[in-house]
């Protein structure tokens, strides 16, 4: 959770340094009861001063703990889940932006699909955690008390404590959160013993069954053999048997050889008769086939005499049509072979041809005429542009400064605009709502942003006008082989400048 908060809020996340502490000193009033801002309390006692100083010092001080290392898991999961409880209870307009979205989610869903949301918002928006502690104060008052007075209960569990004294921020809660986390982690290696010891009796007992089972198996193997010695001298004398009986069906075999010679014999005086039968069967054959193309003959010259009928019936039709052409007057076709050849049509311009028209690389005009192409896509890549227009700010306020001048452009010009930015280094998803009008990607894992754009290009079919706004030279010849049209940085700065 400390990891999603590290990058700076934009404009709408980011309150004065008054308001962030204001909430810690309301955490410390129980519910409903007035908060002091010190200087009534100053009017009435008159000589409490230094009691008011001692309070503002104990507020500083909860207000300046922190945690020296990540919320631990069990505590983070609590507060997770007393957040997405008491989300549906609070108004849409009190909700952060980002989780606005999820204010209609059940508190089972919102605690699985809006924990990472959740727990920003928490460590970011002091206002939104103060609320959250006020709906724990109102369910949990005895534990709040107890938290604000500086005592713990000695029955609750730890991680209820820690998770109600980081939302409450009562004094020492960051020993709390820390200590429950120790808490956590000693417990569950206690269970992680005590599970490692049950599974070594387990596996002791199966130690012990699988010996068991392995003399019995070897008993029995003793038997098996014992049972194969006697079966094999039973074979030993089914095959003298068999061998006797081999020399006899030999026997058989040899008269039977004699039989055959004399089939065959047999066999090849009646194969001589049935050739001479086929013999007169060809001859047969022929006569039937003389008979069928003399049948074929007739055949065709009856056809010759319907092809002419035929031949004399389409001269009629295709004179009729004629005689319909003339009479209705219908024009002759205009479209010929060569209308259908693809080829570049005098007053059309491709991405390629503006630059043939003398404007300079930084002229923005350039880019007005670029953009003016018909169903053109211009593909940004953003951190090169940023870093080389403004590359002092910090990378939020980089991307918010780029997104919000090409919003206007696209809002102007109606050309689809894709924004690219690197995120191969990026810890945790980025949480924006990219601008109207506006396609904001991030590189995958293990890939660059100048790789993701050769991606989009190559997306693109085949002759639509692609602009890509890139310095990067290697960039521009990649997208410049897939048929875009690269144009410097600069350009795209100067254009945004214009008013």
Known sequence: ???????????????????????????????????????????????????????????????????????????????????????????????????RQYAKFTPARRAKYAATALAAALESEPAFRVRIAERLRLGQPDLVKALESGSVPGAADPLDVAAAAYLVRSAGWSRLVAEAGEEAERAGAEGAAAEAARLV???????????????????????ESEDVRKEADSLRRKLRSLESDTRRAQAETRRLGAELEALKAQSAAERSAGESEARRLRHRISELENAVEQGRRSAREGRSVEDMRLRLLLDTVLQSAQGIQRELALPVSQIRPADLVEAVVPGSASPHDVARRGLAEDDPALLDQLLAIPQVHLVVDGYNVTKTGYPALPLEQQRIRLLGGLAMLAQRTQAEVTCVFDGQDLDVPVIMAPPRGVRVRF?????????????????????????????????????????????????????????
């Open 201 to 223: 009796e387990k596996l002791q007992a199966e130690l012990a069954e699988v010996r068991s089972a392995a003399r019995a198996d070897l008993d029995r193997q003793r038997s």
């Open 443 to 499: 590189s995958r894992t293990g890939e660059t942003a100048d790789e993701l754009i050769r991606r989009l290009v190559r997306a693109e079919p085949q002759g639509r006008p692609v602009v890509v706004v890139s310095t990067d030279r290697e960039v521009a010849d990649g997208v410049r082989k897939a048929g875009a049209r690269p144009v410097a940085s600069i350009l795209l700065l100067n254009r945004l400048a214009r008013p």
């Open 1 to 99: 959770m400390v990891d999603a908060a590290k990058e700076p809020a934009g404009p709408q996340g980011r309150q004065p340094a008054v308001d962030a502490q204001a909430p810690d000193a309301a955490e410390t009033a129980p519910a409903g009861a007035p908060v002091s801002d010190g200087t009534a309390g100053t009017e009435e006692s008159g000589g409490d001063e230094p009691a008011a100083e001692q309070a503002d010092g104990r507020a500083a001080e909860r207000a300046a703990e922190k945690l020296d290392r990540p919320l631990p898991e069990g505590v983070r999961r609590r507060v997770v889940g007393l957040a997405a409880d008491a989300l549906g209870g609070l108004p849409p307009g009190e909700l952060p932006q980002t989780l």
